[in-house]
């Protein structure tokens, strides 16, 4: 890991004042992100994965300098960025840029689909006056879009041409980071694909990072190198995809793989992985904050706050007290396999090729 | 009063699907919505029918006429605006005739039905006992001490802690998955023979939906109840069904039990939905694969093709897709509406 990394993050926290007294002096505190470290590398995605309230688009919308970390510093190839004036930021606001995940309400309607792209060209003096058409329409055509399509507006589009004008005006900054924050989790099946792909096609062509924060597993199995598992301001768990998501270490992925719907016909028997709610983020747990829902919490659960380090085998790092005594996780339940027919026909139809 | 079968066997000691008669059978729904540019077809020519304990689930992407199918079910379409046709028959009698008033006694009562966000279908100002009892009152009678046990029972049955105290809470009280416990709670309350879920866990989180998946099969296990699930989810159809119905442009393309579909699909459609799902697959030397994608997108309701529907992105189109294909049976217990079934022939 000794090149530089295009984005880390050490010891970002920040909490939110949820409750006031009369003389408006905070009362009640949340902490969204409870020092958290996470860096990514060029051309690499690191997805973020957890449930609604974990904090993972606090901590991308810390990384990305739009909130100020309470604590905690983000450097960019090696440059402290945080704590750093307006003006310089906007510098570093441009090289990191963010995808939504409601093309609805992520583009103004009243702008049309040229105005749109073309603003951030403007806004950050890139691209000559004169030039500003002709570099939409190549930004257009580098998301599937038609140039002449340019001259309408969002309301005009469907919904995956519209997180198609989201990336392009992403793009057009000509960042080297884009945090995407649940870029298809309002799109179809059918659509979420295409997207899936033109940012694979992107990250291929103009060498990007990806920090892709999702709740779905299978999109992320998809897209991601590594992956951090966050639960209650806190990264529980950080590796390889291929080790978080095949042999999750901490009882909280475990229970987020086990929980993931599979696309294979049968009814689940037995009781769902875990039980219990998300406690309150107001107040979280003492020690480990999973211990309320976790079937091998002990006492020293209750206590102390596990680190998050590998375990002697080495691989992925998870913050459990019981990283390398816990029983081999079960394999995740693998999707049906296609049959030899049904492969051959699934290949007919996507090759599009017409027997 | 129609008298009801307060347990029934599991389904496993169910008679044969053929054999059984249908809880609900709807043949030939279409529905109009009167816009100023003349009526628009949402849905066309909808045939389906659930068995006692058994789940139906109506699978497909937004605007293919899933949610107004079973809101047409529930004869909670505004009648000014939409014409509703074809047949409904509920236990042998016809809904579609039915007034205002006696459909008003069946809903909440023999059909129930959940919605995805339990926060918008929860009166804010109630406390969620009350909304329970509520319902028990209208259908069940009796007192409204009564009602209220009833309503704390059914909390306790479908896994809320504490639930004499949660009763006296308003929604906002709770969590997402707390509520959509309570709808269901409200909705099983009078034991409802048929209950229809509009994604009732898209709004939830992986664990609880896990959680919420699992009360609903226990349910109905315990009471026989019949369920028509909307998901766009093939996932959570995958782990919940026995049928499907995969539903395409305001139509039902192809209808089968739930491993045929996975296992071989019957229509273009349904070939496509299944290779686009991002799935644990293996990774061939480390370079990220493409997914497989379905072109174009889903056509708009005034400009539907006079053929098949799904022509436009079917790579698999002849010159006969130009004529609107029938839904027909391709097998026992499926149908498909594809002129090329079946498929397994152009893959030889």
Known sequence: ??????????????????????????????????????????????????????????????VMCLIPPDHGTVEMHGQPVSHRSERDLRQVRRKAQLVFQDPYSALNPRMTAGQLIGEPLMLHDLVPRADRAARVAELMEAVGLAAPQADRYPHEFSGGQRQRIVIARALAAEPEIIVCDEPVSALDVSVQSQILNLLVDLQERLGLSYLFISHDLGVVQQMADRVAVMYLGRIVEIGTAAEVLDAPRHPYTRALVASAPVARPGKRRGSPPVEGDLPSPVAPPPGCHFHTRCPFAEDICRREVPALISGEAGGAAAACHFRDSLPPAEPPRPAATPSPALARLMTAFHAGSVP | MMPRAAVLPPPDFLPEPDMAEPLIEVQNLAVDFLSAEGPLRAVDDVSLSVERGRTLGIVGESGSGKSVTSLALMGLLPRRSARVSGSVRLDGRELLDLPETALRDLRGDVISMIFQEPMTSLNPA?????????????????????????????????????????????????????????????????DPDLLIADEPTTALD??????????????????????????????????????????????????????????????PYTLGLLGALPARRARAGGARQRLPVIPGTVPQLHEMPRGCRFQGRCPFRIARCAEPPPMEPVGPGRESRCWRTPLEALAA
């Open chain 1, 1 to 62: 890991m000794s090149a530089p990394q295009v984005i880390r993050a050490e010891g970002l926290s920040k909490s939110f004042v949820v409750g006031r007294d009369l003389l408006g002096r905070p009362t009640r505190r949340v902490r969204a992100v409870d020092d958290v470290s996470l860096s990514v590398g060029a051309r690499e995605t690191l997805a973020l994965v957890g449930e609604s309230g974990c904090g993972k688009s606090t901590l991308g919308r810390m």
């Open chain 2, 126 to 190: 109630y406390r969620v006992g009350d909304q329970i009892a509520e319902a028990v009152e209208r259908h069940r009678g009796g007192n409204a001490a009564a009602a209220w046990t009833r309503a704390v029972e059914m909390l306790r049955r479908v896994g809320v802690p504490s639930p004499e105290l949660r009763a006296r809470d308003y929604p906002h009280r709770l969590s997402g998955g707390m509520r959509q416990r309570v709808m269901i709670a409200m909705a099983l309350a009078c």
């Open chain 2, 206 to 267: 992986v664990t609880i939906q896990a959680q919420i998946l699992h009360l609903m099969g226990e349910l109905q296990r315990e009471a026989g109840t019949g369920i028509i699930l909307v998901s766009h989810d093939l996932s959570v159809i995958a782990e919940t069904c026995d049928e499907v119905a995969v539903m395409y442009a305001g139509q039902v393309v192809e209808r089968a039990p739930v491993a045929a579909i996975f296992e071989a699909p019957e229509h």
